[in-house]
């Protein structure tokens, strides 16, 4: 709410090894704005009401990725990939696989991703960059205290055994003939 007051927005996404998050805000409503984003990793609230939002519109940009071929190949290099490595799994997911199954094995979906969260979010595993107009001991005084609060928990950077890709997987040694007429 306040982001959209101020002529601002925000979004996320989440990529193979990371996620993702950022805003933009009118120069004079970043502090305010910086203070809030640094709550959502101190504090975060994770009411039923916006869980269900979002978990709607991870369905919806999953059912925009259906038809999109860079999309569609992603997930044909991943499924064809090793499937002892994590990559191998689906990338996305929609309401089925995030909230109507598993509430239907009587898991508590919010109570899994404060659970997510309180496992793997840790500072020393986070990185923050910030833009804006004020000077660089400014910017840095207002992170070092808005963000002072984000939990380190000296947590291992994640790390994942084997490859994706063997040679088995890469056709590496394989002679395919391709005839063209």
């Not at 860079?70 to 499937?83: D, E, M, Y």
Request: charged share 25%; hydrophobic share 35%.
């Amino acid at each position: 709410m306040y982001l959209a007051e101020h002529s601002g927005h925000s979004n996320a996404y989440t990529a193979s090894t990371s996620t993702n998050y950022y805003f933009e805000v009118g120069h004079e409503h970043f502090h305010g704005a910086l203070d809030r984003f640094a709550q959502f990793f101190i504090a975060p609230l994770f009411l039923a009401e916006t869980l269900d939002r979002e978990l709607r519109a991870v369905d919806s940009e999953n059912k925009k990725n259906l038809q999109n071929d860079t999309w569609r190949l992603h997930q044909l290099s991943k499924s064809l990939s090793n499937p002892n490595h994590p990559y191998c799994h689906f990338s996305t997911g929609n309401l089925q696989t995030l909230k109507e199954l598993p509430e239907k094995r009587g898991v508590n979906v919010r109570d899994e991703f404060m659970k997510f969260h309180d496992k793997y979010y840790s500072a020393n595993t986070m990185k923050l960059v910030v833009l804006g107009r004020e000077d660089l001991d400014t910017l840095e005084k207002w992170v070092t205290e808005l963000f002072e609060g984000v939990k380190n928990k000296d947590l291992p950077d994640p790390r994942f055994e084997g490859q994706p890709l063997t040679k088995e997987h890469l056709l590496v040694g394989h002679t395919v003939a391709v005839e063209y007429r």
